[in-house]
Protein backbone atom coordinates (compact mmCIF):
# COMPACT_ATOMS: atom_id res chain seq x y z
CA UNK A 1 0.00 0.00 0.00
CA UNK A 2 1.22 3.22 -0.81
CA UNK A 3 1.70 5.79 1.92
CA UNK A 4 3.74 8.92 2.82
CA UNK A 5 6.30 8.61 4.57
CA UNK A 6 6.39 10.13 8.23
CA UNK A 7 8.38 13.57 8.03
CA UNK A 8 10.22 14.19 11.07
CA UNK A 9 13.50 15.65 9.91
CA UNK A 10 13.83 19.73 10.84
CA UNK A 11 13.65 20.73 7.26
CA UNK A 12 11.57 20.34 4.92
CA UNK A 13 8.96 20.55 7.25
CA UNK A 14 5.51 19.26 6.54
CA UNK A 15 3.17 21.16 4.20
CA UNK A 16 -0.62 22.09 5.72
CA UNK A 17 -3.35 21.09 3.37
CA UNK A 18 -3.88 25.26 2.96
CA UNK A 19 -0.35 25.90 1.83
CA UNK A 20 -0.08 23.32 -1.12
CA UNK A 21 -3.69 24.58 -2.40
CA UNK A 22 -2.30 28.23 -2.50
CA UNK A 23 0.46 26.77 -4.76
CA UNK A 24 -1.29 24.95 -7.06
CA UNK A 25 -2.23 27.36 -9.17
CA UNK A 26 -1.10 28.30 -12.93
CA UNK A 27 1.62 30.26 -13.79
CA UNK A 28 1.55 34.49 -13.40
CA UNK A 29 3.21 37.06 -14.69
CA UNK A 30 5.08 38.65 -11.97
CA UNK A 31 5.30 41.83 -14.20
CA UNK A 32 1.67 42.13 -13.69
CA UNK A 33 -0.46 45.07 -12.78
CA UNK A 34 -2.18 43.99 -9.50
CA UNK A 35 1.17 41.59 -8.36
CA UNK A 36 1.96 43.90 -5.61
CA UNK A 37 -1.31 43.21 -4.41
CA UNK A 38 0.39 39.91 -2.95
CA UNK A 39 3.86 41.35 -2.92
CA UNK A 40 3.78 44.36 -0.84
CA UNK A 41 1.44 42.75 1.87
CA UNK A 42 4.29 40.27 1.99
CA UNK A 43 6.74 42.08 3.01
CA UNK A 44 4.79 44.17 5.37
CA UNK A 45 3.64 40.75 7.19
CA UNK A 46 7.27 39.44 7.45
CA UNK A 47 8.13 42.04 9.78
CA UNK A 48 5.72 41.05 12.15
CA UNK A 49 7.29 37.57 12.06
CA UNK A 50 11.08 38.91 12.64
CA UNK A 51 9.06 41.25 15.12
CA UNK A 52 10.60 44.48 13.47
CA UNK A 53 9.51 47.92 13.10
CA UNK A 54 11.84 49.78 11.78
CA UNK A 55 14.24 46.94 9.55
CA UNK A 56 13.71 45.92 6.00
CA UNK A 57 12.88 42.31 5.06
CA UNK A 58 14.01 40.56 1.37
CA UNK A 59 12.86 37.50 -0.52
CA UNK A 60 15.57 35.43 -2.57
CA UNK A 61 14.70 32.54 -5.08
CA UNK A 62 17.60 30.89 -2.54
CA UNK A 63 17.94 28.30 0.48
CA UNK A 64 19.41 29.93 3.76
CA UNK A 65 22.74 29.60 2.65
CA UNK A 66 21.84 32.21 -0.07
CA UNK A 67 20.96 34.72 2.87
CA UNK A 68 24.12 34.38 4.61
CA UNK A 69 25.74 35.46 1.74
CA UNK A 70 23.65 38.39 0.88
CA UNK A 71 23.68 39.76 4.00
CA UNK A 72 27.46 39.29 4.34
CA UNK A 73 28.59 40.65 0.88
CA UNK A 74 26.03 43.73 1.27
CA UNK A 75 27.08 45.32 4.26
CA UNK A 76 30.86 44.38 4.97
CA UNK A 77 33.97 45.15 3.04
CA UNK A 78 36.78 42.42 1.66
CA UNK A 79 39.17 41.66 4.83
CA UNK A 80 36.85 43.26 7.18
CA UNK A 81 37.46 40.80 10.61
CA UNK A 82 34.14 38.85 12.31
CA UNK A 83 33.52 36.98 15.04
CA UNK A 84 31.67 33.83 15.12
CA UNK A 85 31.97 30.58 17.20
CA UNK A 86 30.80 27.14 15.91
CA UNK A 87 29.38 24.31 17.75
CA UNK A 88 27.73 22.34 14.88
CA UNK A 89 27.57 21.76 11.46
CA UNK A 90 25.67 24.63 9.87
CA UNK A 91 27.96 26.71 12.45
CA UNK A 92 30.82 25.38 10.61
CA UNK A 93 29.46 26.10 7.60
CA UNK A 94 28.51 29.87 7.65
CA UNK A 95 32.27 30.11 9.21
CA UNK A 96 33.70 28.66 6.11
CA UNK A 97 31.93 31.07 3.86
CA UNK A 98 33.51 33.61 6.20
CA UNK A 99 36.85 32.13 5.04
CA UNK A 100 36.02 31.74 1.42
CA UNK A 101 34.59 35.70 1.17
CA UNK A 102 38.16 36.59 2.29
CA UNK A 103 36.93 38.26 5.52
CA UNK A 104 39.31 37.84 8.68
CA UNK A 105 37.35 35.95 11.09
CA UNK A 106 38.06 34.99 14.53
CA UNK A 107 36.32 31.75 14.92
CA UNK A 108 35.92 30.38 18.94
CA UNK A 109 35.54 26.64 18.49
CA UNK A 110 33.08 25.02 21.35
CA UNK A 111 32.06 21.22 21.84
CA UNK A 112 29.26 20.04 19.62
CA UNK A 113 26.10 19.90 22.29
CA UNK A 114 26.95 23.72 23.50
CA UNK A 115 25.62 27.21 21.63
CA UNK A 116 27.08 31.10 21.02
CA UNK A 117 29.90 31.58 23.99
CA UNK A 118 28.50 34.64 25.34
CA UNK A 119 30.89 35.20 28.14
CA UNK A 120 33.63 34.64 25.36
CA UNK A 121 32.72 36.37 22.88
CA UNK A 122 32.11 39.13 25.73
CA UNK A 123 35.79 38.99 26.69
CA UNK A 124 36.77 39.18 22.60
CA UNK A 125 34.67 42.42 22.25
CA UNK A 126 35.74 43.97 25.43
CA UNK A 127 39.31 43.43 24.42
CA UNK A 128 39.07 44.66 21.12
CA UNK A 129 39.22 48.72 21.80
CA UNK A 130 39.94 50.03 18.36
CA UNK A 131 36.47 48.28 16.75
CA UNK A 132 38.12 46.01 14.21
CA UNK A 133 35.37 43.18 14.82
CA UNK A 134 33.02 44.77 11.97
CA UNK A 135 30.46 41.82 12.75
CA UNK A 136 29.40 39.35 15.18
CA UNK A 137 27.99 35.93 13.75
CA UNK A 138 25.73 33.90 15.89
CA UNK A 139 23.72 30.62 14.92
CA UNK A 140 20.38 30.92 16.84
CA UNK A 141 19.51 27.38 16.38
CA UNK A 142 22.00 24.83 15.24
CA UNK A 143 20.19 22.03 14.03
CA UNK A 144 23.07 19.68 13.76
CA UNK A 145 23.23 19.04 17.28
CA UNK A 146 19.60 20.76 18.13
CA UNK A 147 20.91 23.64 20.43
CA UNK A 148 19.43 27.32 21.12
CA UNK A 149 21.65 30.17 22.08
CA UNK A 150 20.86 33.30 24.40
CA UNK A 151 20.71 35.97 21.51
CA UNK A 152 19.41 38.41 23.42
CA UNK A 153 22.78 37.34 26.27
CA UNK A 154 24.68 38.06 22.82
CA UNK A 155 22.91 41.42 22.51
CA UNK A 156 23.71 42.38 26.71
CA UNK A 157 27.21 41.53 25.56
CA UNK A 158 28.01 44.11 23.25
CA UNK A 159 26.43 46.61 24.88
CA UNK A 160 28.02 45.97 27.94
CA UNK A 161 31.64 46.23 26.12
CA UNK A 162 30.07 49.61 24.08
CA UNK A 163 31.12 47.60 20.97
CA UNK A 164 30.00 48.85 17.61
CA UNK A 165 30.03 45.82 15.74
CA UNK A 166 26.76 44.40 13.68
CA UNK A 167 24.94 41.33 15.06
CA UNK A 168 24.08 38.80 12.50
CA UNK A 169 21.82 35.87 13.25
CA UNK A 170 21.24 32.91 11.64
CA UNK A 171 17.71 32.09 12.51
CA UNK A 172 17.11 29.36 9.88
CA UNK A 173 15.56 26.81 12.13
CA UNK A 174 13.91 29.37 14.54
CA UNK A 175 11.95 31.93 12.87
CA UNK A 176 8.69 31.19 13.22
CA UNK A 177 9.01 28.39 15.58
CA UNK A 178 11.12 29.54 18.73
CA UNK A 179 10.92 33.50 19.97
CA UNK A 180 12.88 35.82 18.17
CA UNK A 181 13.19 39.67 18.79
CA UNK A 182 14.82 41.28 15.98
CA UNK A 183 14.52 45.35 17.11
CA UNK A 184 13.94 44.54 21.05
CA UNK A 185 17.58 42.23 20.81
CA UNK A 186 19.50 44.54 18.69
CA UNK A 187 20.16 42.67 15.44
CA UNK A 188 21.37 43.77 12.32
CA UNK A 189 20.45 41.01 10.24
CA UNK A 190 18.33 37.78 10.88
CA UNK A 191 18.55 34.83 7.97
CA UNK A 192 15.81 32.03 7.45
CA UNK A 193 14.86 29.95 5.18
CA UNK A 194 11.33 29.04 3.41
CA UNK A 195 11.21 25.08 4.03
CA UNK A 196 11.62 24.83 8.42
CA UNK A 197 8.89 27.26 10.47
CA UNK A 198 7.12 28.96 7.84
CA UNK A 199 5.97 25.38 6.15
CA UNK A 200 6.82 25.85 2.89
CA UNK A 201 9.23 23.80 -0.05
CA UNK A 202 12.49 24.76 -0.08
CA UNK A 203 13.40 27.68 -2.65
CA UNK A 204 13.26 31.20 -0.57
CA UNK A 205 16.10 32.95 1.82
CA UNK A 206 13.76 35.39 3.56
CA UNK A 207 15.87 37.68 5.56
CA UNK A 208 15.81 41.03 7.46
CA UNK A 209 17.83 43.71 8.01
CA UNK A 210 18.16 46.35 10.15
CA UNK A 211 18.73 50.65 9.41
CA UNK A 212 22.07 50.13 10.46
CA UNK A 213 22.91 47.11 7.94
CA UNK A 214 21.37 49.07 5.56
CA UNK A 215 23.46 52.22 6.17
CA UNK A 216 26.57 49.71 6.59
CA UNK A 217 25.40 48.77 2.92
CA UNK A 218 26.29 52.03 1.78
CA UNK A 219 29.61 52.04 2.20
CA UNK A 220 30.17 48.37 1.38
CA UNK A 221 32.42 47.36 -1.70
CA UNK A 222 32.02 43.95 -1.98
CA UNK A 223 30.83 42.50 -5.52
CA UNK A 224 27.57 41.28 -5.72
CA UNK A 225 25.02 41.01 -8.34
CA UNK A 226 22.02 38.29 -7.48
CA UNK A 227 22.05 39.29 -4.13
CA UNK A 228 22.03 42.91 -4.73
CA UNK A 229 20.20 44.79 -1.97
CA UNK A 230 20.31 47.73 -4.06
CA UNK A 231 18.98 45.80 -7.08
CA UNK A 232 16.18 44.78 -4.61
CA UNK A 233 15.38 47.82 -2.54
CA UNK A 234 14.32 49.69 -6.49
CA UNK A 235 12.23 47.22 -7.45
CA UNK A 236 10.73 46.03 -3.84
CA UNK A 237 9.50 49.37 -3.21
CA UNK A 238 6.60 48.86 -5.67
CA UNK A 239 6.19 45.58 -4.96
CA UNK A 240 8.28 43.81 -7.87
CA UNK A 241 11.71 41.84 -8.37
CA UNK A 242 15.16 42.68 -9.97
CA UNK A 243 14.59 39.26 -11.90
CA UNK A 244 11.99 36.27 -12.52
CA UNK A 245 10.88 35.53 -8.32
CA UNK A 246 9.40 32.06 -7.25
CA UNK A 247 6.06 33.02 -7.47
CA UNK A 248 4.50 29.67 -6.74
CA UNK A 249 6.33 30.22 -3.31
CA UNK A 250 5.28 33.50 -2.21
CA UNK A 251 1.31 32.44 -3.02
CA UNK A 252 2.63 29.60 -0.28
CA UNK A 253 4.01 32.29 1.81
CA UNK A 254 0.83 33.98 1.86
CA UNK A 255 -0.86 31.40 2.99
CA UNK A 256 1.74 30.12 5.84
CA UNK A 257 1.61 33.66 7.08
CA UNK A 258 -1.95 33.38 7.36
CA UNK A 259 -2.13 30.17 9.49
CA UNK A 260 1.11 31.66 11.65
CA UNK A 261 -0.99 34.73 12.29
CA UNK A 262 -4.23 32.91 12.93
CA UNK A 263 -3.02 30.57 15.38
CA UNK A 264 -1.35 33.74 17.14
CA UNK A 265 3.29 33.55 17.04
CA UNK A 266 3.14 33.53 21.08
CA UNK A 267 0.82 30.44 21.01
CA UNK A 268 3.13 28.68 18.14
CA UNK A 269 6.09 29.26 19.98
CA UNK A 270 4.57 28.03 22.71
CA UNK A 271 2.95 24.75 20.68
CA UNK A 272 6.48 24.34 19.72
CA UNK A 273 7.92 23.72 23.47
CA UNK A 274 5.00 21.53 24.52
CA UNK A 275 6.17 19.32 21.48
CA UNK A 276 9.85 19.46 22.21
CA UNK A 277 9.02 18.86 25.50
CA UNK A 278 7.10 15.50 25.47
CA UNK A 279 9.88 14.51 22.70
CA UNK A 280 12.53 15.59 25.58
CA UNK A 281 10.78 13.66 27.87
CA UNK A 282 10.63 10.50 25.61
CA UNK A 283 14.03 10.15 25.62
CA UNK A 284 14.49 10.94 29.44
CA UNK A 285 12.22 7.56 29.65
CA UNK A 286 14.18 5.52 26.80
CA UNK A 287 17.52 6.14 29.73
CA UNK A 288 19.60 8.10 26.59
CA UNK A 289 19.93 11.97 26.21
CA UNK A 290 20.80 14.77 24.14
CA UNK A 291 23.40 16.24 21.93
CA UNK A 292 22.79 19.51 23.97
CA UNK A 293 24.44 19.42 26.69
CA UNK A 294 22.48 21.24 29.29
CA UNK A 295 18.52 22.09 29.55
CA UNK A 296 19.27 26.33 28.86
CA UNK A 297 20.68 24.96 25.68
CA UNK A 298 17.80 22.67 24.62
CA UNK A 299 16.13 23.28 21.01
CA UNK A 300 11.99 23.35 21.08
CA UNK A 301 12.40 22.49 16.71
CA UNK A 302 14.65 19.95 16.81
CA UNK A 303 16.16 17.15 19.14
CA UNK A 304 19.40 15.33 18.74
CA UNK A 305 19.43 12.05 20.40
CA UNK A 306 22.55 10.32 21.37
CA UNK A 307 22.60 6.41 20.50
CA UNK A 308 23.72 3.93 23.19
CA UNK A 309 27.36 2.87 22.96
CA UNK A 310 27.72 0.31 19.93
CA UNK A 311 24.40 1.48 18.06
CA UNK A 312 25.21 3.25 14.52
CA UNK A 313 22.54 6.38 15.00
CA UNK A 314 22.83 6.17 10.81
CA UNK A 315 21.37 2.49 10.92
CA UNK A 316 18.32 3.83 13.43
CA UNK A 317 17.55 6.48 10.58
CA UNK A 318 17.57 3.63 7.53
CA UNK A 319 15.94 1.19 9.70
CA UNK A 320 12.91 3.78 10.44
CA UNK A 321 13.11 4.75 7.03
CA UNK A 322 12.76 1.50 5.26
CA UNK A 323 10.91 -0.54 7.96
CA UNK A 324 8.35 2.08 9.55
CA UNK A 325 8.02 4.79 6.47
CA UNK A 326 9.51 7.27 9.15
CA UNK A 327 12.10 10.20 8.60
CA UNK A 328 14.81 10.76 11.02
CA UNK A 329 17.88 13.03 10.79
CA UNK A 330 21.12 11.17 10.64
CA UNK A 331 23.70 12.52 12.83
CA UNK A 332 26.55 15.52 10.28
CA UNK A 333 30.14 15.15 10.65
CA UNK A 334 31.90 15.32 14.23
CA UNK A 335 28.31 13.08 15.25
CA UNK A 336 27.64 10.92 12.50
CA UNK A 337 26.77 7.89 13.32
CA UNK A 338 26.25 8.93 17.31
CA UNK A 339 23.09 10.91 17.05
CA UNK A 340 19.65 10.65 14.83
CA UNK A 341 17.48 13.90 14.92
CA UNK A 342 13.84 14.26 15.68
CA UNK A 343 12.46 17.41 14.00
CA UNK A 344 9.59 18.82 15.89
CA UNK A 345 8.75 21.84 14.06
CA UNK A 346 6.05 23.29 11.89
CA UNK A 347 3.04 21.64 11.14
CA UNK A 348 2.97 19.48 13.73
CA UNK A 349 0.77 17.92 16.55
CA UNK A 350 0.86 15.36 18.96
CA UNK A 351 -0.62 12.38 17.75
CA UNK A 352 1.77 12.88 14.95
CA UNK A 353 5.26 13.31 17.39
CA UNK A 354 3.51 10.02 19.21
CA UNK A 355 3.94 8.26 16.22
CA UNK A 356 7.24 9.00 15.29
CA UNK A 357 8.45 8.32 19.16
CA UNK A 358 6.81 4.65 18.70
CA UNK A 359 8.59 4.39 15.49
CA UNK A 360 11.58 5.44 16.65
CA UNK A 361 11.48 3.00 19.63
CA UNK A 362 11.21 0.01 17.30
CA UNK A 363 13.87 1.35 15.04
CA UNK A 364 16.62 2.20 18.51
CA UNK A 365 15.64 -1.83 19.30
CA UNK A 366 15.62 -3.17 16.00
CA UNK A 367 19.40 -1.74 15.84
CA UNK A 368 20.61 -2.90 19.43
CA UNK A 369 19.30 -0.71 21.73
CA UNK A 370 17.48 -1.62 24.89
CA UNK A 371 14.68 0.04 24.79
CA UNK A 372 11.21 -0.44 26.70
CA UNK A 373 8.63 -0.75 24.06
CA UNK A 374 5.95 2.20 24.79
CA UNK A 375 8.45 3.93 27.44
CA UNK A 376 8.76 6.91 25.49
CA UNK A 377 5.56 6.78 24.00
CA UNK A 378 3.71 7.10 27.70
CA UNK A 379 6.20 9.59 28.68
CA UNK A 380 4.98 11.98 25.90
CA UNK A 381 1.51 10.80 26.16
CA UNK A 382 1.73 11.69 30.10
CA UNK A 383 2.97 15.41 29.54
CA UNK A 384 0.79 16.15 26.39
CA UNK A 385 -1.97 15.02 28.34
CA UNK A 386 -1.51 17.28 30.99
CA UNK A 387 -1.54 20.01 28.52
CA UNK A 388 -4.54 18.83 26.43
CA UNK A 389 -5.87 22.58 26.60
CA UNK A 390 -3.00 23.76 23.88
CA UNK A 391 -4.45 23.86 20.36
CA UNK A 392 -2.71 22.16 17.40
CA UNK A 393 -2.23 24.13 14.68
CA UNK A 394 -1.00 21.10 12.46
CA UNK A 395 -3.59 21.04 9.06
Given at each position: MQHHTGLFIPGPTNIPDPVRRAMNLPMEDMRAPDFPELTLPLFRDLKRV????????????????????????????????VLIATFGQFSLLWADMCR?????????????????????????????????IRAVLATHNETATGVTSDIAGLRRALDAAGHPALLYVDGVSSVASIDLRMDEWGLDAVVSGSQKGFMLPTGLAIVAVSQKALEAHRSSKFPRCFFSFEDMMRTNKDGYFPYTPATTLLRGLRASLDLLFAEGLENVFTRHHHLAEGVRRAVTAWGLTLCAREPKWHSDTVSAIVVPEGVDSTQVARQAYHRYGVSFGIGLNKVAGRVFRIGHLGALNEPMLLGALGAAEMALADCGARIAFGSGVAAAQSHYASRSNLTAAAA
Open positions: FKTETGQAFIYPASGTGGWEAVLTNTLNPGDKRLGFDTVVVDRPWGEGVPVEAFADILARDGTHR
